[in-house]
């Protein structure tokens, strides 16, 4: 061995054993962990994007939170408490919004998306869960289902922090929705200061995978795997099931008064224009899911696709025209800027665009 080696050998076991975290990089879970700043940002993959007042906000992997000018043109980098990968972002009014995303995570900005803080993780759901099915068994011991609620939530508890929620929408900035994976459902009735569980005032009695939350007119829809398609019934206070035609994953939900159009795998789009009780196939002439819808500035439904596809729905409501794309980039989510123009998040990041 040279007199070299000799030399630093010694030296890199005494920083071992003095400064451990630093060179052998110590685990930090994501959940505490705060979204590190980069130049490349706007180029990393985002997952969806939404309007706050006339300004736009874009949420993505590894705790991505971005903010734009009312064009999309010009991106800063929010502060993030967490680098957990998000998933969805919604702002009911122009200050206040919501994102969610892996482990469980729900974030809150009342700054239009320049700052977040963290209002509930996966590591809290299993326990929230357990507090709020045993006082429900207690209140009825009689009741079967209770017995059940509690041991999925020992089930989680013992899972841990891995409970990604898909989507996230709000009524008002004080009642609002998360869903995600394998039928989990949160409520909050107080702007996320708290959030219970809603598993058993909706109808999912598989689990299945809650996709998507949207509104029609002010009414909340639930689109999720296997066709299952869920509509808020004010008087019974529960999502029920709405039947549709198609048993694939449904990726969410757009329309107008008794016009719906809900979107899925594999390019498919139903219509219905009686409310939901009954529905025609649109051809879209996609086998790509169709990932995102948005309106225009003249109301006008725009669909997206995975592989990059842009679909505008025709004035009679029952064809599509496929608009032409000069780069067919994966699109992920899509919203219209203050100035109209089209603002589509992906795995390449977040561009801009005109439309005829």
Known sequence: MSDFYRVLLPLLGLLLGVLPGAVRGEFIDVLDLPARHSPLAERAPLNDVARTGDNLVAVGQRGHILYSDYTGGHWQQARVPVSSDLTAVYFPSRAKGW????????LHSADAGGSWSKQLDGRQIGALMQRHYAALAAAEPASEQWPLRLAEAQRMVEEGADKALLDVWFADERLGY???????????DDGGQH???????????QGLHLNAIGAVDGVPYIAGEQGLLLRWNAEQQRFVALQIPYAGSLFGVIGLGDELLVYGLRGHILRSADGGASWSTLDSGLQSSITAAAWDGSRRIHLFSQAGHVLRLLPQGRSLEVLPQSVMVPIAGADFAADDSLVL?????ARSQRLP
């Open 345 to 349: 998040v992906g795995n390449r990041g």
């Open 178 to 188: 998360a869903v995600g994976v394998f039928g989990l459902i949160l409520r909050t």
């Open 195 to 205: 959030w219970r569980p809603f598993g058993e005032r909706t109808y999912n009695p």
């Open 99 to 106: 994102a969610v995303g892996h482990d469980g995570v729900i």
